[in-house]
Structure formats: C-alpha cells, structure tokens
C-alpha cells in the first residue's frame, strides 16, 4: 500500500471517530453528583440538583457551565427536578414533600410548605407565576403566584407520576412508572385517564409540541407518540435497549431524548427516526445514565446525569467540524467567516498543513474567550467549522486559529 493512500485511510477515518457536537461541561461537580434536574434562565445562568444524599445538592453556573458552584441547601433529601426563572429566582423540589425557593440566586432558601410529604419530581411552568409540579403517590399540584402557595389537583395515580408537561395554561399531560398517562384540559381542575399504546412499560419522560401532540419515554429504548391528545398512540422502537429517562423538543420537529450509557437521541422529523449522537469518550461518562435536558434555543443546550456528567451544545449536538478537502494544503490558512456579517449561524474554514492538535477560540470584543469549538488533533487538509451565536448578544467578536507553528486571529460581526 503507498504511504499516500494509507494516509488517505487514516484521515477518513480519523473523521469518523474524532468529531463531537458535545462538549465536557462538568467543571466543580463532585463526580459522585447523581444529576436529577438542570434549568437554564439565560445563556450564562443555570441551576441543577441532585438526588445524593451526601454533598451538595444544588449547583450554579452564570458563565455557561464552564464551572459550577455547590450551593448550601438546609435538607439532606435529594432534589429532582428544578425550575430557574431569571438570575435571581429558582424553585427545587424533591424527596419527601421538599422545595425550596431562592430570589437571590441560591444565597439563601425559602422552604415552600406543600402539605405532606410526598416525593415531588418534576416541574411545568407555562409563565412565570402559572406552574404545576407532579409527583406521588397520587399528587399533582398547581401554582398561581411563582410557587409561594400550591393548591392540591389529583389524586389520581395509584404510582408516582415521573413526569409532566403543559403546552398551556389548559392543556398538559404528566406520566408515571407503570405506563400510566393523564391529561387535563382545563388548567388541571380535572385530569383523566388516557389509554396508553400497547404493552406495559414504565415511562420516565413526557413532552408535548403542540396542544394535540404529545410524547413519552421510558425503559428498554420506548418512545410513544399521539397527535390526538392521547387517544391514539405510535411506538417507536429505537431497539438500543437502553432506558431513556427525559425527553424535549426544542421545535415541532426537532427533538432530544437521552437514557443510560450516555446516550443522546435525535429526531429531526418529529419522532418518526431518532439517530445517536456522538459524546466525547472518557472513563467518568461512558457509563453514565443521562437524566435530563435543558435548551435555551434551538442550537444551545444542556443535557446532564449520573456521576456529574454535563455535555453541552450550541451546534444542536451535531458535529461542529468537518473535513471538506484531504488535499495536502501548501500553508497554514485561516479564512474569512461567511458570511460575514451573519444571523446567528457562520462557517469558519481554514487549513492546516502538518498534523498536530489544532485549537479554535472564539472571543468577545474585550478579548475573553466565550467558546472553544476546535480542540483536538487534526491530520493535514481543510476543515469548517460551524458557529451558531444565537445564544449570544450582537456585535464583534473574533476568532483565532492556534497550532505548534502558527496563531491567526480575524474579526467577524453578529448581527440580529
């Protein structure tokens, strides 16, 4: 074989295997942290909480997840679900009838009487006063003013609902771990048995697009669909055989669910095909059981679980680089972003002429590094790499290519 085409071979192959749409965002996370719950207010400020019962229990960021910060909690249950309004508001909840409630950011707590103990597991905010939260066994509970008071709902499920979700102030569905489904479609004031598909599994996550369609997830790979408010169902069998614990869309056709074994899924076809996406390999993750999801956009995500995992995305999870030429290039080049100015998404294209590990920052107008979408060994050839700034503010920023040999920097503008 000639050296030529076996380097051909490798830098096929080393594509294949050596591109994330995910990024490592674990940062001051004790590694023992089981992640049951991740919000995001803005771009810069999310929350999440755990479910141990040693260590922390709730975790902030306000630089995008690039380091999180325990935050003292006067409980030792474990939190499951939390819902972050702005910078300043948050409200957790979790194992025996505990919630919590911050207007400063986390630096104290408020503890929120809920009348029992019961084990509350997640949050549905349709604004920022109109919220439900679900649980059991047989609670549903719903909020007027921000979670200060909530007013008992049902006590319909024998279980405990595992999830819930309204699309508005009237309609919502929420699931529990025998296949159990209920809707209501009067702001809660009554909520009704819905047949589920068939065959009994549990399900652990649930969704809606649209006031009509709704979905869940759950054991052994299962996500159901109905676009009638429950009355029919679809199974799609992603046959991994993996269970899959939270489920979102972040549009009436693209959507996210992730399970055991660090597994992403994503449809961009409103559920009928869900496709794997690649994670970064490491020891601390590879087995890890991803919980839960956060989007701030379309683009910009979070998804978070077991052992202190959170990835992130501004690139929808897709690959964010990729090779267009395994040409030998004659120099180190850096080109142009296009376009140039742009809204919100641009390329950037440049060729590197030796391998090597090759880095690409993005910096704001004052210089701080804001994102690190390239870092990694590269063999010889040119390469694009994607930039989405929707979660960011207008103006200029610039971008720097870092090899042993060179170090380029250009200047791009954003433009809402």
């Known amino acids: 074989m000639s050296k030529q085409l076996l380097i051909l071979l490798i830098l096929l192959n080393s594509h294949v295997f050596s591109q994330f749409g ?35 229990k709730v975790y902030r960021t306000t630089n995008s997840g690039a380091n999180w910060i325990g935050q003292s909690l006067p409980t030792s249950n474990g939190m499951w679900a939390v819902k972050y309004f702005n910078p300043s508001t948050a409200l957790i909840c979790g194992a025996s009838g505990n919630m919590f409630r ?9 503890q929120i009487l809920v009348g029992g103990s019961f084990f509350l597991t997640a949050f549905s905010f349709v604004d920022m006063n109109t ?23 049902s006590e319909y499920s024998t279980y405990t609902y595992s999830s819930m979700y309204m699309i508005n102030a009237n309609t919502g569905f929420a699931s529990d771990y025998f296949q159990r489904i209920v809707k209501t479609t009067d702001s809660g004031n009554n909520w009704v048995d819905v047949q589920g598909s068939s065959g009994y599994f549990e399900l652990w996550g649930t969704c809606m697009t649209d006031s009509n369609t709704v979905y869940c997830c759950g054991e052994l790979g299962k996500i159901i669909k109905s676009t009638d408010q429950g009355l029919n169902w679809s199974i799609y069998n992603t046959f991994l055989q993996r269970n899959l614990w939270a489920i979102h869309f972040v549009n009436y056709y693209t959507g996210y669910c992730v399970g055991d074994s660090s597994l992403i899924l994503r449809t ?21 059981a991803l919980t839960c999801i ?17 990835f992130f995305t501004n690139s929808g999870g897709l690959t964010s680089v990729e090779s267009i030429s395994s040409i030998f290039p004659d120099e180190f080049e850096l080109k142009q972003n296009y376009p140039n100015p742009f809204n919100p998404e641009t390329n950037i294209e440049f060729s590197v002429k030796e391998s090597g590990n090759v880095k690409l920052i993005i910096y704001d107008v004052n210089g701080n590094e804001i994102y690190l979408p390239l870092n990694q ?40």
């Not at 911050?102 to 408020?110: A, D, E, H």
């Not at 919220?131 to 709902?153: A, R």
């Not at 956060?294 to 959170?310: C, Q």
């Open 22 to 56: 995910w990024m490592v965002r674990s940062g001051g996370i004790s590694p023992n942290t089981l992640v049951k719950g991740i919000s995001f207010a803005d771009a810069n400020n999310g929350m999440l909480v755990a479910s141990n019962f040693s260590g922390y």
């Open 268 to 288: 961009s076809n409103a559920g009928l095909n869900w496709s794997v996406l690649p994670v970064p390999p490491s020891d601390n993750y590879s087995s890890s």
């Open 102 to 110: 911050t207007v400063n950011g986390g630096t104290n707590w408020t």
């Open 294 to 310: 956060s989007f701030i956009n379309e683009y910009t995500g979070y998804v978070a679980g077991n052992d202190g995992t959170v």
């Open 377 to 416: 060994q590269l063999q010889p050839g040119t390469y694009n790499v994607k930039w989405n700034a929707a979660s960011y503010s207008s103006g200029v920023y610039f971008y720097r290519l870092i090899t042993k040999s060179i170090n380029i920097t250009k200047k791009m503008i954003y433009i809402k």
């Open 131 to 153: 919220g439900w939260v679900c649980g059991g066994p047989l609670k549903i509970m719903k909020t007027t003013n921000n979670g200060i008071n909530w007013i008992s709902q």
